[in-house]
Protein backbone atom coordinates (compact mmCIF):
# COMPACT_ATOMS: atom_id res chain seq x y z
CA UNK A 1 0.00 0.00 0.00
CA UNK A 2 1.99 3.05 -1.17
CA UNK A 3 0.82 6.61 0.26
CA UNK A 4 2.02 9.73 -1.87
CA UNK A 5 3.75 11.80 0.94
CA UNK A 6 4.99 14.33 -1.76
CA UNK A 7 1.56 15.88 -1.41
CA UNK A 8 0.39 15.54 1.78
CA UNK A 9 2.43 14.38 5.38
CA UNK A 10 2.28 10.91 6.37
CA UNK A 11 4.20 10.05 9.53
CA UNK A 12 2.41 7.08 10.90
CA UNK A 13 2.66 5.79 14.29
CA UNK A 14 3.66 2.04 14.47
CA UNK A 15 0.26 1.10 15.76
CA UNK A 16 -1.16 2.84 12.94
CA UNK A 17 0.82 1.34 10.31
CA UNK A 18 -0.10 -2.39 12.04
CA UNK A 19 -4.08 -1.30 11.59
CA UNK A 20 -3.49 0.01 7.91
CA UNK A 21 -1.61 -3.07 6.63
CA UNK A 22 -4.02 -5.61 8.99
CA UNK A 23 -7.07 -3.56 6.96
CA UNK A 24 -5.62 -3.79 3.55
CA UNK A 25 -3.92 -7.18 3.79
CA UNK A 26 -0.61 -5.55 2.92
CA UNK A 27 2.65 -6.89 3.64
CA UNK A 28 4.27 -3.49 3.65
CA UNK A 29 3.57 0.31 4.05
CA UNK A 30 5.23 2.76 2.01
CA UNK A 31 5.46 6.62 1.41
CA UNK A 32 6.59 8.54 -1.09
CA UNK A 33 8.82 11.40 -0.15
CA UNK A 34 10.55 14.31 -2.25
CA UNK A 35 14.13 13.71 -3.03
CA UNK A 36 17.00 16.08 -4.00
CA UNK A 37 18.61 15.01 -7.17
CA UNK A 38 16.71 11.96 -7.51
CA UNK A 39 13.07 10.59 -8.46
CA UNK A 40 11.48 9.71 -5.31
CA UNK A 41 12.75 8.72 -1.97
CA UNK A 42 10.69 5.54 -0.83
CA UNK A 43 10.06 5.03 2.75
CA UNK A 44 9.18 1.73 3.65
CA UNK A 45 7.21 -0.22 6.71
CA UNK A 46 6.86 -4.27 7.42
CA UNK A 47 2.79 -4.93 8.53
CA UNK A 48 4.47 -5.67 12.13
CA UNK A 49 5.26 -1.56 12.11
CA UNK A 50 8.89 -1.38 12.03
CA UNK A 51 10.37 0.69 9.32
CA UNK A 52 12.95 -1.11 6.95
CA UNK A 53 15.43 -0.50 4.20
CA UNK A 54 14.72 -2.08 1.60
CA UNK A 55 11.90 -4.38 -0.35
CA UNK A 56 12.55 -5.64 -4.13
CA UNK A 57 8.31 -5.86 -4.96
CA UNK A 58 7.48 -2.52 -3.52
CA UNK A 59 10.77 -0.96 -5.22
CA UNK A 60 8.95 -2.23 -8.42
CA UNK A 61 5.73 -0.91 -7.93
CA UNK A 62 7.15 2.45 -7.34
CA UNK A 63 9.38 2.21 -10.00
CA UNK A 64 6.19 1.54 -12.26
CA UNK A 65 4.01 4.18 -10.64
CA UNK A 66 7.01 7.22 -11.05
CA UNK A 67 7.45 5.68 -14.77
CA UNK A 68 4.44 6.64 -15.80
CA UNK A 69 4.13 10.06 -13.39
CA UNK A 70 7.16 10.67 -15.21
CA UNK A 71 7.32 9.45 -18.74
CA UNK A 72 11.34 8.78 -17.82
CA UNK A 73 13.13 5.66 -19.43
CA UNK A 74 14.42 5.31 -16.31
CA UNK A 75 14.22 6.43 -13.02
CA UNK A 76 15.70 6.59 -9.33
CA UNK A 77 14.98 5.22 -6.24
CA UNK A 78 16.74 6.69 -3.07
CA UNK A 79 16.04 4.17 -0.07
CA UNK A 80 17.68 4.09 3.11
CA UNK A 81 19.78 1.08 1.74
CA UNK A 82 21.00 2.37 -1.77
CA UNK A 83 19.77 4.03 -4.94
CA UNK A 84 18.11 1.78 -6.95
CA UNK A 85 16.98 2.23 -10.68
CA UNK A 86 13.96 1.17 -12.46
CA UNK A 87 13.15 0.59 -16.20
CA UNK A 88 10.62 -0.98 -18.21
CA UNK A 89 11.50 -4.27 -19.77
CA UNK A 90 9.06 -6.27 -22.40
CA UNK A 91 5.80 -7.40 -21.90
CA UNK A 92 4.52 -4.79 -19.69
CA UNK A 93 7.14 -6.20 -16.86
CA UNK A 94 9.75 -3.71 -14.58
CA UNK A 95 13.34 -4.28 -14.30
CA UNK A 96 15.39 -2.94 -11.13
CA UNK A 97 18.69 -2.27 -10.80
CA UNK A 98 18.80 -4.00 -6.89
CA UNK A 99 22.62 -2.75 -6.44
CA UNK A 100 25.19 -5.47 -5.35
CA UNK A 101 24.63 -8.07 -2.46
CA UNK A 102 26.49 -7.54 0.25
CA UNK A 103 28.60 -10.38 1.53
CA UNK A 104 30.55 -9.63 4.49
CA UNK A 105 29.52 -10.97 7.68
CA UNK A 106 29.69 -7.45 9.36
CA UNK A 107 27.69 -6.12 6.90
CA UNK A 108 24.45 -8.18 6.66
CA UNK A 109 25.41 -8.37 9.77
CA UNK A 110 25.60 -11.02 11.92
CA UNK A 111 26.32 -10.99 15.95
CA UNK A 112 29.95 -12.68 14.97
CA UNK A 113 32.23 -13.86 12.11
CA UNK A 114 31.29 -16.80 9.70
CA UNK A 115 31.58 -18.26 6.77
CA UNK A 116 28.05 -16.56 5.07
CA UNK A 117 28.09 -19.66 2.79
CA UNK A 118 26.65 -21.64 5.35
CA UNK A 119 26.11 -20.18 9.13
CA UNK A 120 26.15 -22.29 12.59
CA UNK A 121 22.04 -22.71 12.90
CA UNK A 122 20.24 -25.52 12.96
CA UNK A 123 16.75 -26.65 13.33
CA UNK A 124 15.91 -29.50 15.16
CA UNK A 125 17.99 -32.24 17.09
CA UNK A 126 21.75 -30.38 17.50
CA UNK A 127 22.80 -34.31 16.39
CA UNK A 128 20.04 -34.67 13.44
CA UNK A 129 18.56 -31.55 12.03
CA UNK A 130 15.98 -31.30 9.60
CA UNK A 131 17.44 -27.76 8.08
CA UNK A 132 20.88 -26.76 8.77
CA UNK A 133 23.53 -24.29 8.00
CA UNK A 134 21.26 -21.74 5.87
CA UNK A 135 23.97 -19.30 3.01
CA UNK A 136 23.22 -15.49 4.10
CA UNK A 137 23.60 -12.36 2.41
CA UNK A 138 22.22 -8.92 2.62
CA UNK A 139 20.04 -6.74 -0.52
CA UNK A 140 19.46 -4.03 1.61
CA UNK A 141 18.20 -6.01 4.07
CA UNK A 142 19.36 -9.62 5.95
CA UNK A 143 18.28 -13.26 4.30
CA UNK A 144 19.07 -16.71 5.50
CA UNK A 145 18.16 -19.10 2.51
CA UNK A 146 18.02 -22.97 3.71
CA UNK A 147 18.43 -25.10 0.16
CA UNK A 148 15.74 -27.91 0.80
CA UNK A 149 15.06 -30.83 -1.19
CA UNK A 150 11.24 -30.80 -1.51
CA UNK A 151 9.48 -27.32 -0.65
CA UNK A 152 6.73 -28.97 0.71
CA UNK A 153 7.88 -31.06 3.46
CA UNK A 154 9.04 -28.24 5.96
CA UNK A 155 6.26 -26.02 8.36
CA UNK A 156 7.41 -23.04 7.33
CA UNK A 157 5.26 -21.10 9.78
CA UNK A 158 6.41 -22.86 12.35
CA UNK A 159 10.25 -23.25 10.82
CA UNK A 160 10.58 -19.38 10.39
CA UNK A 161 10.08 -17.61 13.43
CA UNK A 162 12.88 -19.50 14.91
CA UNK A 163 15.04 -18.40 12.37
CA UNK A 164 13.76 -14.76 12.17
CA UNK A 165 14.72 -13.80 15.69
CA UNK A 166 17.87 -16.49 16.42
CA UNK A 167 20.65 -14.80 18.10
CA UNK A 168 22.98 -14.67 15.21
CA UNK A 169 20.59 -11.89 13.70
CA UNK A 170 20.46 -9.08 15.61
CA UNK A 171 19.01 -7.19 13.63
CA UNK A 172 16.57 -10.23 13.13
CA UNK A 173 16.31 -12.06 9.65
CA UNK A 174 14.08 -13.07 6.22
CA UNK A 175 14.36 -16.80 5.84
CA UNK A 176 14.02 -17.91 2.16
CA UNK A 177 13.13 -21.93 1.46
CA UNK A 178 14.43 -23.07 -1.67
CA UNK A 179 14.24 -25.68 -4.09
CA UNK A 180 16.71 -26.29 -6.64
CA UNK A 181 14.44 -27.37 -9.55
CA UNK A 182 17.27 -27.00 -12.17
CA UNK A 183 19.74 -24.94 -13.21
CA UNK A 184 17.56 -21.67 -14.45
CA UNK A 185 14.90 -22.40 -12.09
CA UNK A 186 14.45 -22.26 -8.30
CA UNK A 187 10.85 -22.33 -6.26
CA UNK A 188 11.21 -20.00 -3.39
CA UNK A 189 9.09 -19.54 -0.75
CA UNK A 190 10.12 -16.47 2.15
CA UNK A 191 9.10 -15.96 5.67
CA UNK A 192 9.40 -12.30 5.88
CA UNK A 193 10.72 -10.11 8.61
CA UNK A 194 8.00 -8.84 10.69
CA UNK A 195 5.27 -9.79 7.95
CA UNK A 196 5.48 -13.44 8.04
CA UNK A 197 4.72 -15.87 5.03
CA UNK A 198 4.84 -13.87 1.99
CA UNK A 199 3.41 -14.81 -1.96
CA UNK A 200 6.40 -13.03 -3.15
CA UNK A 201 9.39 -11.46 -1.71
CA UNK A 202 11.51 -9.78 -4.35
CA UNK A 203 14.88 -8.87 -2.32
CA UNK A 204 14.00 -12.77 -1.15
CA UNK A 205 14.86 -13.88 -4.81
CA UNK A 206 17.75 -11.83 -5.26
CA UNK A 207 19.37 -14.00 -2.14
CA UNK A 208 18.05 -17.14 -3.11
CA UNK A 209 19.28 -16.46 -6.80
CA UNK A 210 23.05 -15.35 -5.28
CA UNK A 211 23.40 -18.47 -2.57
CA UNK A 212 22.47 -20.65 -5.09
CA UNK A 213 25.16 -19.18 -7.84
CA UNK A 214 27.96 -18.70 -5.16
CA UNK A 215 27.45 -22.34 -4.08
CA UNK A 216 27.45 -24.04 -7.77
CA UNK A 217 23.18 -24.85 -7.75
CA UNK A 218 22.61 -22.34 -10.45
CA UNK A 219 23.28 -20.03 -13.29
CA UNK A 220 23.99 -16.69 -12.25
CA UNK A 221 20.57 -15.54 -13.96
CA UNK A 222 17.48 -17.90 -13.04
CA UNK A 223 13.44 -17.93 -12.98
CA UNK A 224 12.22 -17.54 -9.20
CA UNK A 225 9.08 -19.26 -8.79
CA UNK A 226 7.39 -17.79 -5.99
CA UNK A 227 3.81 -18.34 -4.97
CA UNK A 228 2.41 -15.08 -5.91
CA UNK A 229 4.74 -15.20 -9.52
CA UNK A 230 7.35 -15.72 -11.01
CA UNK A 231 10.31 -13.02 -10.87
CA UNK A 232 13.54 -13.02 -13.58
CA UNK A 233 16.80 -12.39 -11.31
CA UNK A 234 20.37 -11.76 -13.50
CA UNK A 235 23.16 -11.28 -11.16
CA UNK A 236 25.41 -9.70 -13.32
CA UNK A 237 29.28 -10.43 -13.68
CA UNK A 238 29.95 -7.14 -15.23
CA UNK A 239 29.18 -4.92 -11.90
CA UNK A 240 28.16 -7.35 -9.74
CA UNK A 241 24.28 -5.71 -9.23
CA UNK A 242 21.36 -8.00 -9.50
CA UNK A 243 18.50 -6.97 -11.00
CA UNK A 244 15.03 -8.05 -10.48
CA UNK A 245 12.01 -8.29 -13.69
CA UNK A 246 8.92 -8.99 -12.97
CA UNK A 247 5.34 -7.99 -13.11
CA UNK A 248 3.44 -4.94 -11.25
CA UNK A 249 -0.07 -5.09 -11.14
CA UNK A 250 -2.52 -1.91 -9.63
CA UNK A 251 -5.10 -2.86 -7.51
CA UNK A 252 -7.08 0.05 -6.23
CA UNK A 253 -6.35 3.66 -5.67
CA UNK A 254 -8.14 6.07 -3.36
CA UNK A 255 -7.37 9.08 -0.55
CA UNK A 256 -7.22 8.21 3.10
Known amino acids: MIFDARVAPFAPTQAQIRAIASEANADQIVALERAIGKDVFMRIWNASGEEVSACGNVTRCVGELMLAETG ?52 GPIDNPILSRPAVVSMGNPHAVFFVDDISAHDIPKIGPLVEWHPLFPEGTNVGFA ?52 LEIDWLKANDHVMMTGPVELELTGEI
Open 72 to 123: KPRVTIQTEADILKATRAEGGLIKVDMGSPLLGWEDIPLSEQMDVRGVDVKI
Open 179 to 230: QIIDRQTIRLRVWERGAGLTLACGTGACAALVCAARAGLTERKAKLVLDGGE
